[in-house]
C-alpha cells in the first residue's frame, strides 16, 4: 500500500524548489542583510532612510530557508502538516507561499515597464534578451556598494541599464532589433564578466499585458492584495458580528428589536451598490476598500451570534456562570464563545471568499485597491479590451479568482460538515 501524500510534503518540495532557483537572489539578500546592518550601527538615520517595505520584503523572505528544518522536525507534531493533499489544501499552500515569498516567486517587479515596443502582448512562454549596461561609477564607497547590492536585490519597476531586446547581432558595436528597427550601441557601454558582455533572458511565463508587464508577477502580488483584503476584511465583519450579536442577544428587549431591524435594512440594500456609494464619497486605496468590505459583511454573522446566544443563555451552565459574577466580557469570551466558535468559523469561510470576489469586482469598476498595487480584478478589467489579440490578460487572473473562490467554499462546506454532520 503506497504512503499517502501529506500536506508537509507539497510544503517542503515547493520550499526546496523555490531555495534551487532563487539561490543566487537569497545569497545577495543575506549579503545585503550584512551590509544593512553595517550601515546601521555607523549611521543609523541613513540606513532607517533606505529601509522601505521591498527592503523588508527582501529580508523576509530569508525565512525560506529554515522552513524545510522546521518542516523536518515538526511534521509529526502539527496535525495541519498531516493532513492527505488534496486540490484545495494543495491550492492554499501555494497562495500561501505567494503571499509570504511574493519577491522569491516573482520574476519581476509587477509594475515593472521596459522597452514596451519589444514587451507588450508577449504570449506565455515568451523569452526575450537582455543588454545590460555599465553604470559608469567609479565611487567604491560602503554606502554606494550597498545601494547597488541593494538594487541587485529589491525589484524595481524600472531599470535604466537594461535594454530588452527582439535579437542581437555582434560587430564593430552592437546591433540589436526592437520591433524591427535596428539601433547600435558601442561595446565600451555594456556591462562586462570576465570579458564577456552580460546578456540575460528573460522569461515570461504567463505572458506580458499592454505595457510589458510580466501577468505572472502581477498575479503573486495581487494573491497578496486579495488575501490581505479578505482577512482584514474579514476581522472587522467579525468584531463587528460579534460585539453587535452579543449586544442584542443577551439583554433581548427593545435593543435587540431595533438592532435586528437595522440589519435587515442592510441585508435588504444591495451591498454593492453600498459599498460603491460610500467609495464615491470617500475616495478608493486599500484602507478605505478593507474598511468598507467590513462594514457590509457583519451582518450574517450578527444573525447567527444572535439566535446562539438566545438559545444559549438559558442553559444551567451559562445561568450558573452569571450567577457566579462573570462579566459580561468573561461570558462572551469563555461561555459562549467556545460554543458557537464552529458555526462562527464556517461563516467566515464563506464570507471570505465573499469578500475576496468583492475586492475583484470593485478593482474591476475601477474604483478597488487603486492603481499603487495590482488587483485580479483590475488585471480581467484590462484584459478584456485585448481579448481578441492577447487572450492570456483576462484567462491567467480570472482562473486565479474562480479556483481561490472555488477552494474557500469548499473550505467552508468542510468545516460546516465537520462541525455539524446533520448538514450533509
Request: hydrophobic share 50%; aromatic share 16%; charged share 15%.
Amino acid at each position: 500500500m503506497t504512503k499517502k501524500i501529506r500536506t508537509w510534503h507539497l510544503i517542503f518540495a515547493f520550499s526546496l524548489t523555490l531555495i534551487f532557483l532563487r539561490i543566487n537572489l537569497i545569497l545577495r539578500s543575506i549579503e545585503l542583510g550584512e551590509y544593512f546592518f553595517e550601515l546601521l550601527f555607523n549611521d543609523f538615520y541613513l540606513a532607517m532612510n533606505q529601509l522601505n517595505a521591498g527592503l523588508v520584503d527582501a529580508f523576509f523572505s530569508l525565512t525560506i530557508l529554515i522552513i524545510p528544518v522546521f518542516i523536518m522536525f515538526l511534521r509529526n507534531k502539527i496535525n495541519i502538516l498531516r493532513l492527505n493533499l488534496d486540490f484545495p489544501n494543495a491550492v492554499i499552500i501555494i497562495l500561501l507561499f505567494f503571499f509570504f515569498y511574493a519577491p522569491l516567486v516573482a520574476n519581476f517587479n509587477p509594475d515593472f515597464e521596459k522597452d514596451i515596443s519589444v514587451t507588450k502582448l508577449l504570449p506565455p512562454f515568451s523569452t526575450k534578451k537582455v543588454l545590460h549596461l555599465s553604470t559608469k561609477n567609479n565611487d567604491s564607497s560602503f554606502y554606494t556598494k550597498f545601494i547597488e547590492l541593494k538594487k541587485n536585490v529589491v525589484k524595481e519597476p524600472f531599470n535604466e541599464n537594461i535594454i530588452i531586446v527582439d535579437s542581437i547581432h555582434f560587430n564593430d558595436k552592437i546591433k540589436y532589433y526592437q520591433a524591427n528597427v535596428v539601433n547600435d550601441i558601442p561595446k565600451i557601454i555594456l556591462k562586462y564578466n570576465f570579458s564577456h558582455p552580460i546578456i540575460t533572458t528573460n522569461f515570461y511565463l504567463l505572458g506580458t499585458d499592454e505595457l510589458g508587464r510580466d501577468i505572472f508577477s502581477r498575479i503573486v502580488f495581487g494573491t497578496r492584495v486579495s488575501l490581505f483584503v479578505g482577512l482584514s476584511a474579514v476581522i472587522i465583519s467579525f468584531v463587528l458580528g460579534l460585539g453587535f450579536g452579543f449586544l442584542a442577544g443577551y439583554p433581548g428587549g427593545f435593543l435587540d428589536v431595533i438592532m435586528n431591524r437595522i440589519t435587515e435594512m442592510f441585508l435588504v440594500f444591495p451591498v454593492l451598490f453600498f459599498i460603491i456609494l460610500i467609495l464615491a464619497f470617500f475616495g478608493n486605496s486599500l484602507f478605505s476598500v478593507i474598511l468598507v468590505l467590513g462594514l457590509s459583511g457583519w451582518m450574517s454573522l450578527f444573525k447567527i451570534v444572535r439566535g446562539e446566544i438566545i438559545s444559549l443563555k438559558n442553559k444551567d451552565y451559562f445561568i450558573t456562570a452569571k450567577l457566579l459574577g462573570l462579566s459580561k466580557k468573561s461570558l462572551l469570551i469563555k461561555e459562549i464563545l467556545p460554543v458557537i466558535f464552529p458555526s462562527v468559523m464556517a461563516n467566515l469561510v464563506f464570507l471570505y471568499g465573499s469578500v475576496i470576489l468583492s475586492e475583484a469586482a470593485l478593482s474591476y469598476l475601477g474604483i478597488g485597491t487603486g492603481s499603487s498595487v495590482p488587483s485580479w480584478g483590475s488585471m480581467i478589467e484590462a484584459g478584456q479590451n485585448y481579448l481578441s489579440q492577447a487572450w492570456w490578460m483576462i484567462l491567467s487572473p480570472g482562473l486565479c479568482l474562480f479556483v481561490t473562490l472555488y477552494v474557500a467554499n469548499k473550505l467552508g462546506k468542510k468545516m460546516q460538515f465537520y462541525y455539524n454532520p446533520r448538514s450533509k
